[in-house]
């Protein structure tokens, strides 16, 4: 029997909602307000009938390799056995208990109804009233199932009428559904009712009113596993704020108070989703309740915290408006539903539009959901720069992609996605620890962290615990709190309490430290660990891509393997700190011995001959590469194994950075630093490369189309543009030097003298290549970011830190001082005229290849492809919006581009054309 005695149910004073359940006293957030035994109607969906038992609703993994994943992860569905009703062998039971209370209660109605072999799998509602009819026969009077056919809204015939009128498809699909029951049931006779219409009020009234059932612990697989209806519950009314929520305990279900509830206030709870947008939650009440949401939220429409966009719909860029446009038709039916309010009409459509499509794919479940379509609709989302990460559905989809990344068994992208919804997302949703899905999430968090915690993870563990952080703590952290909360909305004594409490106790039988000990050990970490979890950057090349596709999951465990057997036992072995796109470096060291391990994608490649001639320029400052052999990716990429010596020195982020404040000592380190560098690139000056005439041609013709593709992209830049292309036979014309160059000089491939910041070695040459000289400058002054230079830092402290590499307060001091030093040691001893007019050449030749660099996406092997990279428009526009041709004065008194003759230093290479093509 119900434990209903703290609630009534009276008129609801809400218009149009018939009865409400009402307060008999005073609630707390986490009180108990209602208990049912079970649900009157509790039915496992179509899809679960075979493995999810038909009483309590728990389902069984039955895929071996699922089971095997779940079990490794402590999931009660890799424990459960479920076995077949030998009747019928349609549905299934967990136990002896529940098949025979289901037998007792219900199923004895059912089964030979089921059985026949000719007859399909029955829906959930069909079967819900075949056993309700069978039940009625028995007992005509039964009270509670009479309910049902009197409830509202479509309760009263008038009630089934206007659906008629509202939704003619589903009245049609709902008087089918009854018929079928009442044929299947044999047209039963029950006394004192005309028993088909009975049927079909009975059918619609559980269709229109039921509620989802489904597990906390399914949670990461998409939770939903069947429909529950009990008449008294279904009592409480939908808000958008809700002040309670229901508890499903498998098969025992609760309502919970989620706020203050004072004596005589109605009891609301949410039927959908509440942190949609208005017209999305009014939609699904609409199809789905066959009612408009009077709530006070919905009162004021459209300009609650859930309809806010990032930019108005008017600011849709262009790119996304032609997205957009494509997706207009696709979603023609569906645009109103997604209706956002904008000013101009056309933006309305195309917001309605990205949003329609959004949606149709969060609300796929888990199970069926595609992980590329789930990413691809992601990144349109937080690409296109309307949606904040909290804006719907971009959390759903978010809670969408953590499960298929648990499902697919990659725990570190789980765990990476995982602590962005657990500081960034959920809490900002539903402000109360207890919420069943900040339960449920901790519950998966604590999981997946325990899996980065076993053996195969170990380098993944290692990196965490450079940056200060235990999983294994972090692991206790997780499921402390959970333990601290779920008694106030599961309670210990449910199916998921239980799971949580045995977990716990092995731990702690396992561990031999009191939880006080553990519990100040997570108080330690946590600040670590939410700096982590806000320092996951969405970095180049595709702004999300890196974070999303992160492949380092297995890549890692197995890299580390690898590299322990290649250095050997005597090696202390860790993955280095900053870790490069395209490979993954580990060092080994033993007391006098260091060495670094390097697994490469193929794009990321070593070319031994570049790497060869780097030694005779650089000398020592180049490693030795020795090259070791091949591995393999998870996803089967090959892998380049290079081994080389550690050199000494630290990199640029070790001694200088993240160093926003230049006081006098940082900037003498810059300039020391800048000279050295300066050094660096005069003796690549001095060792000029020959390059064929038809090479220089094509890479001529290549720059000029990317200059005009980029022209269209970015118009604000055209004056840079103009004097690009102005420049560009020159840059590649038979007079200008080409020489080796890095290409990715950047924090972390430069390592400097920790005392003096020379230069102490270069590494990663992977990208290296012969070129015209001085494309790789500007990276020295412009990138920021991880892996980029902060050289020129910042004064302004009032501004935020990401925006730093707006500001360049000592970037002209810093670039005199580098000419003044690359000149003397490049020996140049021309005019003052030539030298500008040098200097200029090689900006020009930065400021090209600057725009190539950051201005277009790389396809998957690294190269540059064609398509202008949207998210690095405003990077651009700041480095080269404001960017006044200065020198245009000068090339006039210079009467038009004075080619620079190679006259000085090195004879042997000096203006030689159509020679061939040196390595
Ligand atoms: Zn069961
Ligand atoms: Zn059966
Ligand atoms: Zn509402």
Redesign the pocket.
């Known amino acids: 029997m119900p434990e209903t005695e703290h609630v009534e149910v009276r008129q609801s004073k809400i218009s149009g909602a018939g009865r409400g359940l009402f307060a008999r006293r005073d609630f707390s957030p986490g009180d108990l307000i209602l208990s049912l035994d079970r649900p009157l109607v509790a039915e496992v969906e179509i899809e679960r009938m075979l493995d999810t038992?038909a009483?309590?609703l728990?389902r069984s993994e039955l895929d071996p390799e699922g089971r095997k994943l779940a079990a490794s992860m402590g999931l009660p569905v890799g424990f459960i056995e479920v076995k077949v009703c030998t009747g019928c062998r349609r549905v299934v039971?967990?136990?002896k208990t529940?098949q025979s209370r289901a037998w007792k209660r219900e199923h004895k109605h059912e089964c030979k109804v089921i059985a026949p072999k000719e007859r399909p799998d029955l829906p959930d509602g069909v079967r819900a009233v075949i056993k309700l009819l069978g039940r009625l026969k028995a007992d005509p009077k039964d009270e509670r199932i009479l309910a049902i056919s009197k409830f509202r809204p479509a309760g009263e015939a008038s009630g089934l009428e206007a659906l008629s009128q509202q939704n003619r498809e589903k009245f049609d699909e709902f008087q089918m559904l009854a018929l079928a029951a009442y044929k299947y049931t044999g047209e039963p006779k029950i006394a004192g009712s005309d028993s088909q219409a009975l049927t079909k009020s009975l059918l619609s009234n559980i269709m229109s009113n039921a509620f989802e059932l489904g597990s906390p612990l399914d949670g990461a697989e998409g939770g939903k596993l069947g429909i529950g209806f009990d008449p008294f519950l279904c009592n409480a009314n939908h808000s958008c704020e809700p002040n309670a929520t229901l508890v499903f305990n498998q098969p025992q279900t609760l309502l919970r108070a989620l706020k203050p509830i004072k004596k005589g206030e109605e009891v609301l709870m949410r039927y959908v989703e509440e942190t949609n947008p208005f017209s999305v939650r009014q939609a699904d009440l609409r199809e789905h309740y066959y009612f408009s949401c009077q709530c006070p939220k919905c009162k004021k429409g459209s300009k609650c915290q859930e309809d806010v966009f990032a930019k108005r719909p008017e600011e849709l860029p262009a790119e996304y408006c032609k997205i957009a446009d494509n997706l207009i038709t696709r979603h023609e039916a569906n645009l109103h539903n997604f209706f956002v309010p904008a000013n101009d009409e056309t933006a309305q459509l195309r917001m309605a539009a990205l949003q329609a499509e959004a949606f149709s794919v969060s609300r796929r479940y888990t199970r069926y959901a595609d992980e590329e379509e789930v990413k691809a609709a992601l990144k349109m989302c937080i690409n296109s720069g309307m949606w904040t990460w909290t804006r719907e559905p971009v959390p759903q989809l978010c809670r969408q992609l953590f499960g298929l990344y648990i499902a697919s068994g990659n725990p570190y992208r789980a765990f990476r996605l995982g602590l962005k919804r657990h500081f960034e997302i959920t809490p900002k949703l539903h402000s109360q620890p207890f919420y069943p899905t900040r339960l449920i999430d901790l519950w998966a968090m604590s999981t997946v962290t325990n899996v980065l915690c076993g053996p195969m993870h170990q380098t993944i563990y290692d990196e965490f615990v450079q940056s200060g952080v235990s999983l294994r703590t972090v692991y206790f952290g997780f499921l402390l709190d959970l333990r601290d909360n779920l008694p106030k909305m599961y309670g210990m004594e449910s199916p998921f309490g239980r799971v949580v409490e045995q977990t716990y106790a092995q731990l702690m039988a396992n561990i031999g430290t009191s939880e006080a000990k553990i519990r100040e050990l997570v108080k330690e970490v946590w600040p670590a660990l939410e700096i982590i979890a806000r320092k996951q950057r969405m970095s180049w090349p595709s702004l999300i891509d890196a974070f999303l596709d992160d492949e380092r999951d297995a890549t890692y465990a197995q890299c580390g393997e690898t590299a322990r057997t290649i250095f050997g036992r005597n090696f202390a072995v860790k993955p280095v700190k900053n870790q490069g796109q395209l490979s993954y470096t580990f060092v080994g060291t033993t007391a006098v011995l260091k060495f670094i391990l390097s697994f490469r994608l193929e794009a990321g490649r070593i070319d031994p001959d570049v790497l060869k001639l780097a030694k005779e320029i650089h000398g020592g400052l180049v490693p030795d590469v020795e090259f070791c052999g091949h591995a393999r990716t998870p996803a089967g990429k090959t892998l380049f194994v290079y081994k080389m010596p550690l050199l000494p020195g630290k990199d640029f982020w070790s001694i200088a950075g993240p160093d926003f404040h230049l006081d006098e000592g940082a900037v003498a380190k810059r300039n020391a630093m800048i000279k050295s560098l300066a050094r660096y690139f005069a003796r690549a000056y001095l060792k000029p490369q020959t390059v064929h005439a038809a090479v220089r041609k094509e890479q001529e013709e290549d720059a000029l189309r990317r200059a005009a593709i980029m022209r269209k992209f970015l118009p604000e830049i055209s004056a840079i543009l103009d004097e690009l292309e102005d420049n560009v036979p020159v840059l590649f014309g038979p007079f200008y030097r080409f020489v080796l160059t890095h290409a990715d000089l950047s924090g972390a491939s430069v390592l400097l003298n920790e005392t003096t910041c020379e230069i102490t070695g270069v590494v990663d040459w992977s990208g290296a290549s012969v070129r015209p000289f001085a494309v790789d400058l500007p990276s020295l002054f412009l990138a920021g970011g991880a892996g980029g230079w902060w050289l020129t830092g910042k004064d302004d402290d009032n501004k935020e830190k990401d925006d730093a590499w707006r500001e360049y307060p000592r970037r002209g001091e810093l670039e005199e001082a580098f000419w003044a030093e690359f000149f003397v040691a490049a020996c140049v001893t021309d005019s003052a005229r030539e030298r500008r007019t040098r200097r200029w050449h090689a900006e020009v030749a930065g400021k090209l290849a600057t725009i190539i660099r950051f201005g277009f996406d790389r396809r998957a092997d690294g190269s540059v492809s064609d398509r202008p990279l949207q998210e690095n428009k405003d990077l651009l526009r700041a480095w080269f919006g404001n960017d006044k041709v200065v020198k245009e004065e000068e090339e006039k008194e210079s009467s038009g581009v004075e080619y620079i003759t190679e006259t000085d230093e090195d004879e042997e290479s000096s203006g030689v054309e159509d020679a061939p093509t040196a390595g």
């Open positions: 038992c009483w309590c728990q039971y967990c136990s529940c």
